[in-house]
């Protein structure tokens, strides 16, 4: 395999290996093509024509002349310009280009001529009018710092993605992933190239450029000016060794302070009095700020997904997302929407994204699948298809914030686990009646502001998020609102009057209840809600959960159940009573033999009128 293709220490320039070089024979002289102020390619090895005997008062013959392919002359030619260029800063890609095709060509008339003068069978080589793709993909990656980058952390490295090295400008100290940028470079090296030919290019690129691993250390923060050290408090120079596809654009500054500003009716306005404002329950303003931190310190294992919720606008949730973005700049941030999870092509942000910043959702959507969503919030490796381009895969190492209004959505996955990722923070308070739209759009977009915020966030040395109480009842009020079953069962559990609730019973008094509270949802079916009652009742020192075990009602179910009249359960009431008693139209009647459902563990006081038990060899 050619030296190049090696994997050298990140982006040093690739060395050659030394070759076996022929000579020129006594006398012959490099043709003018070949002549130019850079060259400097020794002479082939000259020709012994067969036909010439030696003898005893001649010199020892030279060694016959051996045919070198165009393939070998060109790589050992590149090979060895690339490194007596290699600390040449100021040569330009059309310069190189020229340079290599003297050189390539004059090497080809040396071979040519001992070819012809070693009367070889080998037919002459065609000498060449522009850089072959091998030869441009070595001339780039010697050039340029052109890496691989793995995003999976080595669980996928055949899914990479190609990055370049941004010495200067605003992207200084970050790799760029942009393939326009890096197929314009091989277009000035050589501008003949079709689009095939650059596409083609573009693959071989990323088969032979090193790879390498983004840099996920969670004290490591890019900056504006640097990296900054959270576990030592410093700021550190830019390096290629470390892998950020983008930065925070704020400069880190350690004497920045709050400023104060007057406002428009000679008020005064500093950030921390404004994020003080935000909220008025106990440690919610300290957990906005912890949250802030964890969005400059994202790859921190914070393992929680943030949801700002309110049940009106002018809350300041928006406000605040707006300071983050500017705070974190837009290709630090992506704006993958909960829906959006596990839709094709609408992920692609997340490849640059060190935090998920949405600011809108839409109201009142049910989710069945969100397995990408919790697969992406707990760093689990996940193929992102992307639109025209070479898919790749993904480890999503930043943390994710969303915002909800009305309510926040309902989703079909109600397990633990879901509900451990998130941290729910509700913005109750209102500024409609005294909106200062120049915060937003004024002074939370300042340099001087930013830069005091970033400092503060750099500063703080939490690890985990706190749960203040107004956000453990969040959490206690979405777990309701999304588990509709659960609503139901801590409605009605109280209000069953019988031993024996059959699950019949159970999903038709659910259904109605369902029907009259949310008229244009689907509720759940019964196995759905007889899986949920296993899984809420085990352990429960009221219920037994029969499952599928029959049981007789016996006095279990002689007493009225109101609920049935209330909730027009026709098929759970007395069918052969035809008065307005409630209490005798909500006797069962007639009984089945027996049903499956819930039984109370410790019986209670029954009280009404003992139904007739009529044994019907049917179940339920």
């Known amino acids: 395999m050619s030296s190049w293709l090696h994997s050298p220490p990140l982006c040093e320039v690739h060395r050659p290996m030394q070759e076996t070089e022929n000579r020129l024979t006594h006398g012959e002289t490099v043709s003018e093509e070949f002549r130019g102020s850079d060259a400097n390619v020794t002479p082939t090895t000259p020709p012994t024509h067969p036909s010439l005997k030696s003898n005893s008062s001649s010199p020892a013959p030279m060694a016959p002349f051996i045919p070198t392919s165009k393939e070998t002359l060109v790589e050992q030619v590149v090979s060895k310009y690339l490194t007596s260029i290699v600390d040449d800063t100021t040569m330009q890609l059309g310069g190189i280009r020229d340079a290599l095709l003297r050189r390539i060509n004059g090497v080809i008339a040396l071979e040519n001529t001992g070819r012809k003068d070693s009367f070889s069978s080998s037919p002459p080589l065609v000498k060449s009018q522009s850089l072959d793709e091998v030869t441009v993909a070595q001339v780039l990656l010697s050039r340029n710092c052109i890496v691989a980058v793995d995003l999976s952390e080595g669980q996928a490295d055949d899914m990479t993605l190609l990055a370049m090295y941004v010495q200067y400008g605003e992207g200084m100290g970050t790799y760029t992933t942009s393939e326009a940028r890096i197929k314009a470079l091989a277009s000035e090296l050589k501008p003949s190239m079709t689009k095939n030919a650059i596409d083609s290019l573009y693959g071989r690129l990323r088969i032979h450029a090193p790879q390498v691993s983004r840099t996920t250390e969670p004290h490591l923060i890019p900056v504006a000016n640097g990296v900054f050290d959270h576990d030592q408090q410093i700021l550190l120079p830019f390096s290629r060794d470390w892998v950020f596809l983008s930065k925070i654009p704020t400069p880190y500054k350690a004497d920045a302070k709050d400023p104060v500003i007057t406002m428009p009716d000679k008020k005064l306005w ?119 381009k070479t898919p790749v895969a993904v480890r999503f190492l930043g943390i994710d914030i969303q915002c909800f209004n009305s309510s926040t959505p309902r ?96 999903h038709a008094l659910y259904s109605e209840w369902f029907r009259r509270t949310n008229p244009s949802g689907k509720p759940e079916s019964r196995n759905a809600l007889v899986a949920f009652l296993r899984e809420h009742l085990a352990g429960s020192a009221e219920w037994e959960h029969k499952g599928s075990d029959d049981v007789r009602p016996k006095q279990l179910m002689n007493c009225p159940e109101v609920l049935s009249v209330e909730y027009g359960l026709v098929d759970w009431m007395n069918s052969s009573y ?43």
């Open 411 to 506: 989703t079909k996955d109600k397990s633990d686990s879901f509900y451990r990722r998130l941290l729910i923070v509700k913005f109750n308070k209102w500024f409609g009646g005294a909106e200062r739209r120049y915060i937003k759009r004024d002074y939370l977009g300042r340099p001087e502001v930013l830069e005091y915020v970033l400092k503060r966030a750099l500063e703080m040395q939490h690890t985990k998020l706190s749960n203040p109480k107004a956000c453990q009842e969040a959490m206690d009020d979405y777990r309701g609102n999304n588990n509709l079953l659960l609503s139901f069962w801590e409605e009605f559990e109280q209000q069953l009057a019988w031993g024996l609730v059959p699950f019949g019973f159970l």
């Open 270 to 388: 500093t950030f921390d009095s404004w994020i003080a404002s935000l909220s008025d329950d106990d440690g919610v303003p300290e957990l906005l700020w912890e949250v802030i931190s964890a969005a400059v310190r994202s790859y921190a294992p914070w393992d929680t997904a943030i949801w700002f919720a309110a049940e009106r606008g002018n809350n300041g949730k928006g406000t605040l997302v707006q300071m983050l973005r500017n705070l974190l700049g837009s290709k630090a941030c992506s704006a993958v929407k909960f829906a959006d999870f596990g839709h094709e092509f609408k992920m692609e942000a997340l490849v640059h994204a060190r935090v998920n910043l949405v600011d809108e959702n839409d109201v009142g959507e049910f989710f069945d699948h969100i397995a990408d969503w919790k697969a992406a919030i707990t760093g689990d490796v996940f193929t992102l298809n992307r639109k025209y």
């Open 578 to 620: 035809t008065g307005t008693d409630p209490l005798k139209k909500s006797t069962l009647s007639p009984l089945k033999v027996n049903y499956k459902g819930l039984v109370r563990r410790h019986q209670i006081a029954l009280p009404g009128s003992a139904a007739t038990e009529e044994e019907e060899d049917s179940t339920d």
